[in-house]
């Protein structure tokens, strides 16, 4: 896949990662030295080292369809650091039934954040008061961002019927323009943060 060449620092290749009569799945792995991470719900991720020093596990399955022919169930991309999972990109197809309680694609940011118990709401501190919080142990509640949909662009006038963004994976013609915007985003952000 031409498209992820400008982003990492090895050659790659696609591995099956697992088949049965309903679909198979592919992971990337790094065609020199395979390399893995603990995702953050503690699964063994394949990672490529990416140009800008992070890491990058990619993955995609496919539904098998009548005739040899195939649809694209989901799509996901991991980012890394040294050790630690920082933030993934997923897009799940409308014949998977919870994806359609989310918006797709949508971003997950794989980190916990402590915040502030206020009676029965939730707020958001402020840096100091962030920084006090292992004194407040009481007072605080650990809430995870990785479980939290942040959605990406999607045509809002075609989805005024539905309660989540949603873009079809079924038409494949909108994935590789896509995928390609989202991994350009990705490497600059990236390059961004580290230049801070």
Same mark, same amino acid.
Request: aromatic content about 14%; charged content about 30%; hydrophobic content about 35%.
């Given at each position: 896949?031409?498209i992820?060449? @400008?982003?990492?620092t090895a050659?790659?290749r696609?591995c099956?990662?697992?088949?049965d009569n309903?679909e198979?799945?592919?992971?990337?792995?790094?065609?020199?030295? @395979?390399?893995?991470m603990?995702?953050?719900?503690?699964r063994?991720?394949? $990672?490529?080292q990416m140009?800008?020093g992070y890491w990058?596990?990619?993955?995609?399955?496919?539904?098998?369809k009548?005739?040899?022919?195939k649809?694209l169930k989901?799509?996901g991309i991991?980012?890394?650091?040294?050790?630690n999972?920082l933030?993934r $990109?997923d897009?799940?197809?409308?014949?998977?039934e919870?994806s359609?309680n989310?918006?797709? @694609?949508?971003?997950?940011?794989?980190?916990d954040?402590?915040?502030?118990?206020?009676e029965?709401?939730?707020?958001?501190p402020?840096?100091?008061?962030y920084l006090?919080m292992?004194?407040?142990q009481?007072e605080?509640?650990?809430?995870?961002?990785?479980?939290?949909?942040?959605?990406?662009n999607?045509?809002?006038?075609?989805?005024?019927?539905?309660?989540?963004p949603y873009?079809?994976l079924?038409d494949?013609?909108l994935?590789?323009?896509w995928?390609?915007?989202t991994l350009?985003?990705?490497d600059?952000?990236?390059q961004f943060?580290?230049?801070?």
């Amino acid at each position: 896949m031409d498209i992820l060449s @400008p982003y990492l620092t090895a050659g790659f290749r696609f591995c099956e990662d697992r088949e049965d009569n309903k679909e198979v799945s592919y992971v990337l792995q790094n065609m020199e030295s @395979p390399h893995a991470m603990t995702d953050a719900k503690h699964r063994t991720v394949s $990672v490529v080292q990416m140009i800008n020093g992070y890491w990058m596990g990619l993955g995609f399955s496919y539904y098998k369809k009548k005739n040899n022919r195939k649809q694209l169930k989901q799509f996901g991309i991991q980012v890394f650091d040294e050790s630690n999972p920082l933030f993934r $990109v997923d897009w799940a197809s409308s014949e998977i039934e919870e994806s359609k309680n989310h918006a797709q @694609p949508h971003w997950h940011f794989d980190t916990d954040i402590m915040v502030k118990r206020n009676e029965e709401t939730f707020s958001i501190p402020t840096f100091q008061q962030y920084l006090k919080m292992s004194d407040m142990q009481d007072e605080t509640v650990k809430a995870s961002l990785g479980r939290f949909h942040f959605f990406m662009n999607w045509n809002m006038d075609k989805e005024k019927d539905k309660d989540a963004p949603y873009l079809d994976l079924s038409d494949e013609s909108l994935f590789k323009p896509w995928l390609t915007k989202t991994l350009e985003y990705i490497d600059r952000e990236l390059q961004f943060i580290v230049k801070r």
